[in-house]
């Protein structure tokens, strides 16, 4: 692939989408105070990560440079706040750019100046202004046992919060595990009957679960709405398909050894620093729907996800595995295993993101997620264990 910068192409591909005179680009530079290189970088990676073809890249940069801004109002309940965090943490741009450039943020009770009836009047009035037309983001359980009296902001249940604001929301994202199925906070003995968005407000919702969710997921969810006018394709749990419609197992870069059955059987042992496959330390990997192994997490390198770290996955995107399924307990397989997983004629597939299509796109623009997926798959290639005793005196 031939990256060229002429005025007539974009400095990621080779095919048309801004000149370097397109006036569209050269407000958003002055607006995001963002290089055009890092711009369409992140262009990019939301193209990738929404599993688009390339053209897709210019359609996005167009829609975030001339579109009207969403307004935003985002609910906090039962939760750790991490899904906030993790959001704060991107890159491509930092959040304080997104806040400014692709979102309206009306409401939000972490980064708010304002706080108590002041803060309170803010989303009304947002509300108000914008009926039908704002974006209700949720994040953390709700607490619904005896009427919800176990969650209440200003007097009011989480619950009555919840139907007030989704009322009039043209779209509703519960954001994080928490806000999806209940979470961490719902975990038995549940004392506070903790349940997801979609069980208190029972109309369509757009659930991004995983404990943090990946930033990227919610992101790229809010420009597909920016670009197309319109929330992505939802599997029949409510996830986005472009982020939850293959399991980890599918893109681990692991993946070979759990074929050629080299297993870590103890957390420090030699199989488990020579980055052998996890399975037997619990790894919830072949039952959970996610791309974490094509995305990784905070942009920080290769490895930058539970398994490239060492640690089995949880299943925190799955309902039904992550808090609920003990770690010790083996991942149900469903055909994973030889002879049962050597490729069919015409292989099942998922969509959205995989390792190859991130890494490409790392080799094309050196975009740092990219490039980390790619790094991130040569993580334990060799097949010998390293030996326990080397390096000793
Ligand atoms: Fe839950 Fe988010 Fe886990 Fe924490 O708000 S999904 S506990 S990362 O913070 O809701
Ligand atoms: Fe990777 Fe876990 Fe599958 Fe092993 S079981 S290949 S560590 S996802
Ligand atoms: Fe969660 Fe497993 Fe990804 S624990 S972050 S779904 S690797």
Same mark, same amino acid.
Request: glycine share 12%; aromatic share 8%; net charge neutral.
């Given at each position: 692939?031939?990256?060229?910068?002429?005025?007539?192409?974009?400095?990621?591909?080779?095919?048309?989408?801004?000149?370097? &005179?397109?006036?569209?680009? @050269?407000?958003?530079?002055?607006?995001?105070?963002?290089?055009?290189?890092?711009?369409?970088?992140?262009?990019?990676?939301?193209?990738?990560?929404?599993?688009?073809?390339?053209?897709?890249?210019?359609?996005?940069?167009?829609?975030?440079?001339?579109?009207?801004?969403?307004?935003?109002?985002?609910?906090?309940?039962?939760?750790?706040?991490?899904?906030?965090?993790?959001?704060?943490?991107?890159?491509?741009?930092?959040?304080?750019?997104?806040?400014?450039?692709?979102?309206?943020?009306?409401?939000?009770?972490?980064?708010?100046?304002?706080?108590?009836?002041?803060?309170?009047?803010?989303?009304?009035?947002?509300?108000?202004? &914008?009926?039908?037309?704002?974006?209700?983001?949720?994040?953390?359980?709700?607490?619904?046992?005896?009427?919800?009296?176990?969650?209440?902001?200003?007097?009011?249940?989480?619950?009555?919060?919840?139907?007030?604001?989704?009322?009039?929301? @043209?779209?509703?994202?519960?954001?994080?595990?928490?806000?999806?199925? +209940?979470?961490?906070?719902?975990?038995?003995?549940?004392?506070?009957?903790?349940?997801?968005?979609?069980?208190?407000?029972?109309?369509?919702?757009?659930?991004?679960?995983?404990?943090?969710?990946?930033?990227?997921?919610?992101?790229?969810?809010?420009?597909?709405?920016?670009?197309?006018?319109?929330?992505?394709?939802?599997?029949?749990?409510?996830?986005?398909?472009?982020?939850?419609?293959?399991?980890?197992?599918?893109?681990?870069?692991?993946?070979?050894?759990?074929?050629?059955?080299?297993?870590?059987?103890?957390?420090?042992?030699?199989?488990?620093?020579?980055?052998?496959?996890?399975?037997?330390?619990?790894?919830?990997?072949?039952?959970?729907?996610? &791309?974490?192994?094509?995305?990784?997490?905070?942009?920080?390198?290769?490895?930058?996800?539970?398994?490239?770290? =060492?640690?089995?996955?949880?299943?925190?995107?799955?309902?039904?595995?992550?808090?609920?399924?003990?770690?010790?307990?083996?991942?149900?397989?469903?055909?994973?295993?030889?002879?049962?997983?050597?490729?069919?004629?015409?292989?099942?597939?998922?969509?959205?993101?995989?390792?190859?299509?991130?890494?490409?796109? @790392?080799?094309?623009? +050196?975009?740092?997620?990219?490039?980390?997926?790619?790094?991130?798959?040569?993580?334990?290639? +060799?097949?010998?264990?390293?030996?326990?005793?080397? =390096?000793?005196?």
């Amino acid at each position: 692939m031939t990256i060229r910068k002429t005025p007539n192409f974009c400095v990621v591909r080779n095919h048309g989408c801004f000149s370097d &005179n397109d006036e569209g680009l @050269a407000s958003v530079d002055t607006r995001l105070g963002l290089s055009r290189r890092t711009f369409l970088q992140f262009c990019a990676v939301v193209a990738v990560t929404l599993g688009l073809p390339p053209e897709a890249e210019g359609a996005i940069a167009q829609a975030i440079s001339t579109k009207h801004r969403p307004p935003v109002i985002w609910l906090h309940f039962a939760e750790c706040t991490g899904c906030t965090e993790s959001l704060l943490r991107t890159e491509h741009p930092a959040l304080d750019k997104l806040i400014l450039e692709l979102i309206s943020l009306d409401y939000h009770e972490t980064l708010f100046a304002g706080a108590g009836h002041q803060a309170d009047a803010a989303r009304r009035a947002s509300m108000a202004a &914008n009926k039908g037309k704002y974006v209700l983001v949720v994040e953390g359980a709700i607490p619904a046992k005896d009427n919800g009296i176990y969650c209440k902001i200003g007097g009011r249940t989480a619950v009555e919060i919840l139907n007030e604001c989704a009322q009039d929301a @043209a779209a509703v994202i519960a954001l994080g595990s928490c806000a999806v199925w +209940g979470g961490m906070p719902s975990t038995k003995p549940n004392p506070t009957g903790c349940v997801g968005v979609d069980e208190v407000w029972k109309k369509p919702v757009v659930n991004i679960p995983g404990c943090a969710p990946n930033p990227y997921n919610f992101l790229s969810t809010v420009v597909h709405y920016i670009t197309y006018g319109k929330l992505p394709e939802l599997d029949n749990q409510g996830r986005p398909k472009f982020a939850y419609s293959r399991i980890i197992h599918e893109n681990c870069e692991r993946r070979p050894h759990f074929d050629a059955g080299r297993f870590a059987q103890e957390f420090g042992d030699a199989g488990h620093r020579a980055g052998w496959c996890l399975y037997k330390l619990g790894c919830k990997g072949p039952e959970t729907h996610a &791309n974490c192994p094509a995305i990784l997490f905070g942009d920080v390198g290769g490895g930058s996800w539970p398994v490239g770290t =060492g640690h089995p996955c949880i299943g925190c995107t799955e309902k039904g595995i992550g808090f609920e399924k003990p770690i010790f307990a083996l991942a149900e397989l469903k055909g994973v295993t030889p002879p049962a997983s050597y490729p069919r004629i015409v292989e099942q597939q998922g969509h959205g993101a995989t390792i190859a299509s991130v890494a490409v796109l @790392a080799g094309a623009a +050196g975009v740092v997620i990219g490039a980390s997926a790619a790094m991130a798959s040569n993580l334990g290639k +060799g097949s010998k264990p390293e030996d326990p005793s080397e =390096g000793k005196e």
